[in-house]
């Protein structure tokens, strides 16, 4: 009784696989310009005293204390240029590093991070705050991670 129903099962299958049909599908890219991405000037705060506390770039490049930090002056925002496909959306962000000698930067788009490639091109300033924990004196290069891609 069981080679026989497996039997009928088998044959109610092979006209169903016989019958088979196929067709053609397609796949559609367009492929665009590689966005090429340079930093065309650093973040720089300029002096600041070696207090604990945070010193806040702001985006006319002014400097602003916090939590016991005294830095005062102007400064530069960090600006990188994008180049690629005109008139295509991108969207841009920001990580920060590690910490070095007790001095930590957090990094902030200035702006929306969302872009679009005028005539293949963007410029965008990077600004943020500095976290002073135990730094020393001296000239300090914290890292950090720009990244953009098309939307």
Known sequence: M???FVTVLLMCL?????????TTGTANVNIIKALVVNETSEVNFGSIPAQNGQCR?????????????DC????TPGTFSL????EQNIVVSVAAG??????TFTPEVDGTPNRILNAGNSEVNIIGSLDLSGATPGSK?????????YE
């Open 57 to 69: 770039m702001l985006s006319n490049g002014e400097l602003e204390g916090v939590a016991g930090q």
């Open 141 to 149: 290069l914290v890292t950090y991670t720009f990244t953009a891609h």
């Open 98 to 103: 590690t910490t070095v000698d007790g001095v």
């Open 2 to 4: 069981k080679r026989h």
């Open 83 to 86: 180049t690629g496909t005109a």
């Open 14 to 22: 092979l006209p169903s696989l016989a019958h088979a049909v196929g």
């Open 72 to 75: 005062k002056g102007t400064s």
